[in-house]
């Protein structure tokens, strides 16, 4: 029969240390009523507390880690087990996660040698009840037995930490981070902690232990937001948890994250090299100093400065040039070097001085290893001494989900990106320049295209570059965007599209350094921003462009629909890769079915091009699978064929499909309907719908156009995370009767999910 000592504890679901205490403490009384009912006692064993709860951490939702430790003589296995099985059993009716186990000292110890997760756990053991002396024993063997054998111990942790980042990513950078597995985060402080008690670095400073209660209140509000024990932080959770922490808005939550991610993140590898440091064979007498750049040497496998370098008033290039002999080098800067340059390094002259703006371009060039070396200065106030714009954006979350990183790291990212793709543009330090500052609008209200180009152009002149680069820098960010947008919201085979941009773009050398920045943009924003038709058609438009540029003649590509030939038999379907081609016998409603049916198999559809000539539609897509993996090519085929003779209920088929994976439009913007100049299109008007992705969105906008006698000439599908811009090319010039009955039309479609 089941004993019971009470009800089980009740709770807070409070953030912050007074809310934990509490918690345990609560837990605390509570376990050690049960141990005492469940050994009557008169046992000689000890409940023991690891994990969480061993260091007074408790989360709302937090498991317990349980050790009952035993002396280990005759009969006390058996004791305590007895012990045990009257104990967790009601822990678990109280409805607590538990990870529980029984051992003696000996067994601990022994477990501790093969399983870095026990012997992290006995350096956290606090008594719940029972004998201290039994658990003060265990604990100091267990800290001798971590010290003694920290050189073969160290190593196996670095190698699980550093696959536990690879894992899940860096916290300070992420917009839906893990606040305890991700680097930086509390798993990453625990292992702080360790290696202070191998005593081979110092334990965590008071910034560092400051930015681990901040993520522990995160995580404490996650856990009463969700109900349940989670860790990452989820966009729909931001705003709550903002209110639960009192921060202005969700934006703080992310940018408190980052802040306390990159202290314990930058406390990890400094840990981490003085680890390397000590392990490494002993060299007695001098250290070996060897010169890197002037100023600069390494030592001990570090970048410090040169003594003579070391003055009163230090020249004000000689961060930069610290940073970039790092870069290049490929070595981190020494904790000591940081400190001594972030509290003496004077401002920077304006304009910069030649040396200066030499050492920033040769360290934006460095490609992967100057990302560390950033980061570093950047925790030491060095990069807004050089760019004091970067205060704003440090931080700065992203408010698209397509994006991986916050804004600094991004503009970071794009730099390190566009390093590697810098032989292919003539000027190789504008395009790196212009990947550092291409975003540095964001966060500013309007276009940060727009808003950003007069802050890059104010930073290039303070640079000290000529006024022809200036405009270039400036002319740069401002169009960035260009290429990306029009490529794939603009139909590439009408001449205007790349007269417009030949126009916009003006010459050879800024239309390479526009595409290598959008390949470096993508790249450093994430996989969902990028695919091989995107690469595809940004190539295409490109060539076209350049072609024009060069001769002066606007020769875009025919449109793939207008190239199909028509064969005997009517519908004829073909369906390649990423293309399927339909030619059927026109009707009303054709390009709804084809978008309707593609969907009903989970293909995107990301290029429709239409063509109708003597009663006969030809018709080509560009599709991607909406979740990857294979598509069944016969039955896509069988289904298309149906549905473009009108013998597929698509419509039917799509309704039922949405109500089952419907998601609430709470909190989502509502859909806009932008009509694009006249400019913009050959002998069309050019329609965009902005609004979220639903898998029959384009099939009930199509509908809506052929009902309303639209002729729909081709459309360009751009999705970036959950949000699309469809553009559609309608044949014709629309008057302002016309275009009001259209947009009504549309949004109503955009909205009928």
């Not at 050994?39 to 023991?48: E, F, M, P, R, W």
């Not at 550093?162 to 916290?171: F, S, T, Y």
């Amino acid at each position: 029969m089941t004993q019971t000592s009470g009800p089980a504890p009740v709770l807070s679901t409070g953030a912050g240390a007074d809310a934990r205490a509490q918690r345990s403490d609560a837990i605390d009384e509570w376990l050690e009523k049960l141990f005492f009912k469940a050994c009557d006692g008169t046992s000689n064993a000890a409940l023991v507390a690891v994990g969480g709860l061993g260091r007074q951490e408790c989360a709302p939702r937090s498991d317990l880690d349980l050790v009952l430790l035993h002396p280990g003589g005759p009969g006390d296995e058996a004791a305590a087990d007895e012990i045990g099985s009257r104990l967790w059993y009601q822990i678990w009716d109280a409805k607590f996660a538990l990870d529980h186990s029984t051992r003696s000292p000996g067994q601990a110890l022994d477990l501790a040698r093969q399983d870095l997760k026990v012997a992290l756990g006995l350096l956290d053991a606090r008594l719940i009840a029972g004998n201290a002396d039994l658990l003060a024993g265990l604990h100091a063997a267990a800290v001798t037995q971590w010290r003694r054998e920290a050189r073969h111990l160290l190593p196996a942790l670095r190698t699980l930490t550093a696959q536990r980042w690879k894992a899940h990513g860096e916290l300070a950078f992420l917009l839906e981070g893990d606040v305890k597995e991700s680097r930086g985060g509390l798993r990453d402080f625990g292992v702080l902690r360790a290696i202070g008690f191998a005593g081979v670095a110092d334990g965590p400073r008071p910034a560092v232990r400051g930015a681990h209660r901040t993520l522990l209140d995160v995580r404490d509000t996650l856990h009463a937001v969700r109900g349940r024990r989670v860790d990452r932080l989820l966009a729909q959770d931001r705003d709550e948890v903002a209110e639960l922490l009192g921060l202005g808005d969700r934006d703080e939550v992310l940018r408190r994250i980052a802040e306390s991610a990159r202290t314990i993140a930058y406390a990890s590898d400094d840990a981490w090299r003085a680890v390397e440091r000590w392990s490494a064979p002993s060299t007695r007498g001098h250290q070996e100093r060897r010169p890197l750049a002037r100023d600069v040497v390494e030592q001990r496998g570090e970048v410090v400065l040169a003594r003579a370098a070391v003055t009163p008033r230090p020249e004000p290039s000689l961060p930069l040039r610290v940073a970039a002999a790092a870069a290049r080098a490929d070595l981190p800067i020494s904790h000591a070097t940081l400190e001594w340059l972030g509290g003496f390094a004077g401002p920077m002259p304006d304009p910069w001085p030649a040396p200066a703006r030499a050492a920033l371009l040769t360290l934006l060039g460095s490609g992967p290893s100057m990302i560390e070396v950033w980061e570093a200065c950047d925790r030491y106030g060095l990069v807004v001494n050089w760019l004091p714009e970067w205060a704003r954006v440090r931080s700065l979350p992203q408010h698209n989900p397509v994006h991986l990183f916050t804004v600094d790291r991004h503009l970071v990212e794009t730099a390190r990106q566009a390093a590697g793709l810098t032989r292919d543009v003539d000027r190789p330090d504008l395009l790196v320049l212009c990947g550092l500052l291409h975003d540095i609008g964001k966060g500013l209200p309007g276009d940060h295209s727009i808003v950003g180009a007069p802050i890059a152009a104010a930073v290039a002149e303070r640079l000290g570059l000529d006024a022809a680069d200036v405009a270039q820098v400036e002319k740069v960010v401002r169009l960035h965007l260009l290429i990306p947008d029009t490529a794939t919201r603009r139909d590439l085979s009408d001449p205007q599209t790349i007269a417009t941009v030949a126009g916009a773009v003006g010459d050879a050398s800024t239309l390479s350094l526009l595409h290598a920045l959008a390949r470096a943009d993508a790249a450093a924003t994430g996989p969902a921003a990028w695919s091989d038709w995107k690469g595809r058609l940004i190539g295409d438009l490109v060539r076209h462009v350049d072609r024009a540029l060069d001769t002066g003649v606007v020769a875009p590509p025919p449109s793939p629909a207008a190239a199909l030939t028509v064969p005997k038999q009517l519908p004829a379907v073909q369906l390649e890769t990423d293309l399927v081609s339909v030619t059927a016998t026109d009707r009303r409603g054709l390009l709804a079915a084809v978008a309707g049916c593609l969907s009903l198999h989970r293909l995107d559809v990301v290029t429709a091009d239409t063509a109708t000539v003597d009663g006969v539609a030809r018709m080509v897509c560009a599709v991607q699978p909406r979740y990857g993996g294979e598509v069944d090519r016969e039955a896509v085929t069988s289904d298309l064929r149906r549905a473009v003779t009108g013998d597929l209920p698509v419509a039917e088929r799509l309704a039922a499909r949405e109500r089952s994976t419907r998601r609430s439009g709470a909190g989502l913007a509502p859909p806009r309907v932008v009509w694009q100049p006249s400019s913009a299109a050959t002998d069309a008007t050019v329609l965009e719908l902005r609004a979220t992705d639903t898998p029959g969105l384009l099939f009930r906008v199509a509908s809506a156009l052929e009902d309303l006698g639209a002729d729909v000439r081709s459309t360009r599908i751009s999705t970036l995370g959950g949000e699309v811009v469809d553009a559609f090319y309608l044949a014709g010039e629309l008057d302002a009767d016309a275009r009001s009955r259209v947009a009504a039309a549309v949004l109503s479609a955009a909205t009928a999910a």
